[in-house]
């Protein structure tokens, strides 16, 4: 589960980092505001990626999704790709499992 969720983060990191130079256009928005929230967020993707085994990693992970999708009201794209990489962290989590669930039975078989 860790490599696949570790993956999806990172993707997000560089999604976050990109999005963070189209928010940039928008005149309302000062250069520190935006580089101070995507980069808190990068931070937080990297951060997460050694987390994820640890008690409470996913559900940081699924927090961070919900923060993702809602950065849509600042840069629109980001409904569409916060929603992508929901998905994603979905089925990492829940392939990642099973393919655990099947190394711990396949290790448990030829231990016996």
Same mark, same amino acid.
Do not use: N
């Given at each position: 589960m /860790?490599?696949?969720?570790a %993956?999806?983060?990172?993707?997000? !990191?560089f999604?976050?980092?990109?999005?963070?130079?189209v928010?940039?256009?928008?005149?309302? $928005? %000062? @250069?520190?505001?935006?580089?101070?929230?995507?980069?808190?967020? @990068?931070v937080f993707?990297?951060l $997460?990626?050694g987390?994820?085994? /640890?008690?409470g990693?996913?559900q940081l992970?699924? =927090? $961070?999704? +919900?923060?993702?999708? =809602? %950065?849509?009201?600042? +840069?629109?794209? @980001? !409904? !569409?790709?916060?929603?992508? !990489?929901?998905? $994603?962290?979905? =089925? %990492?989590?829940?392939?990642?499992?099973k393919?655990?669930?099947?190394?711990?039975?396949?290790?448990?078989q030829?231990g =016996?």
């Open positions: /860790r490599t696949l969720c %993956s999806t983060l990172i993707g997000e !990191f999604v976050i980092g990109f999005a963070g130079l928010a940039m256009k928008d005149p309302d $928005l %000062s @250069m520190t505001t935006v580089w101070t929230v995507s980069g808190v967020a @990068m993707c990297l $997460l990626c987390m994820i085994t /640890r008690p990693g996913v992970g699924w =927090a $961070l999704q +919900v923060l993702l999708i =809602a %950065s849509g009201f600042v +840069v629109p794209t @980001m !409904f !569409f790709l916060g929603a992508v !990489f929901a998905a $994603l962290w979905w =089925a %990492s989590v829940h392939y990642g499992r393919v655990e669930e099947a190394k711990a039975r396949f290790a448990a030829a =016996a």
